[in-house]
């Protein structure tokens, strides 16, 4: 039967195609059949009321900073979501506390997901009330200047533009804040 697919095409493309759709359907439709906490709310949710967390839509300011967000590129680098691995969980903790691992929840009103495709940055799914707005001003000037050795380049053009710095800066304050999982809450002011 292996020497067919050696000299036959047709029968290696079918064999192929057939374990492409056995993976497919491995990774995608048996893991929420299996698992049935996808489907359920994250702790701070209330079925019979809805969230009684921080989870809502963006107002108008955010959509306006979330629109920034996209325009610059800033999910090309930068993801928006805190994977299951256990070094992800403490890289974005707060105060020794491990961050929360994404949940398809959190993103009920993203449209698009802005997940993000790699990570040459840091993830920011947690990053909504860990700096001040003094030091992403600072972190647009010149990131380098705060995180030695970044590669980000610099965006003067949202820090000296007041009304898309606030707006950018308003999104990114939401990240992570739907889960009320920081002790001593955000940034010292």
């Given at each position: 039967?292996?020497?067919?697919?050696?000299?036959?095409?047709?029968?290696?493309?079918?064999?192929?195609?057939?374990?492409?759709?056995?993976?497919?359907?491995?990774?995608?439709?048996?893991?929420?059949?299996?698992?049935?906490?996808?489907s359920k709310p994250f702790e701070n949710s209330d079925p019979a009321n809805g969230p009684v967390g921080k989870l809502r839509q963006l107002n108008e300011q955010?959509?306006?900073?979330?629109?920034?967000?996209?325009?610059?590129?800033?999910?090309?680098?930068?993801?928006?979501?805190?994977?299951?691995i256990l070094a992800d969980t403490k890289r974005y903790g707060w105060r020794g506390v491990d961050a929360p691992i994404s949940t398809p929840d959190e993103f009920v009103y993203d449209s698009p997901h802005m997940f993000g495709t790699k990570r040459?940055?840091?993830?920011?799914?947690?990053?909504?009330?860990?700096?001040?707005?003094?030091?992403?001003?600072?972190?647009?000037?010149?990131?380098?200047d705060l995180v030695p050795g970044s590669i980000m380049p610099p965006f003067p053009w949202i820090a000296n533009n007041e009304a898309e710095f606030k707006a950018m800066v308003?999104?990114?304050?939401?990240?992570?804040?739907a889960k009320d999982w920081r002790p001593d809450n955000d940034y010292e002011k």
């Open positions: 039967m292996l020497q067919k697919a050696d000299y036959n095409a047709a029968f290696f493309v079918a064999a192929a195609l057939g374990l492409f759709f056995i993976g497919g359907l491995l990774t995608t439709v048996v893991p929420p059949l299996i698992d049935s906490s996808w955010e959509l306006q900073g979330r629109a920034i967000y996209v325009r610059e590129g800033c999910w090309y680098c930068h993801t928006q979501q805190v994977r299951t040459t940055g840091p993830d920011l799914a947690r990053v909504g009330g860990k700096y001040n707005d003094q030091w992403h001003r600072a972190h647009f000037r010149n990131p380098a308003a999104y990114l304050q939401t990240l992570g804040r």
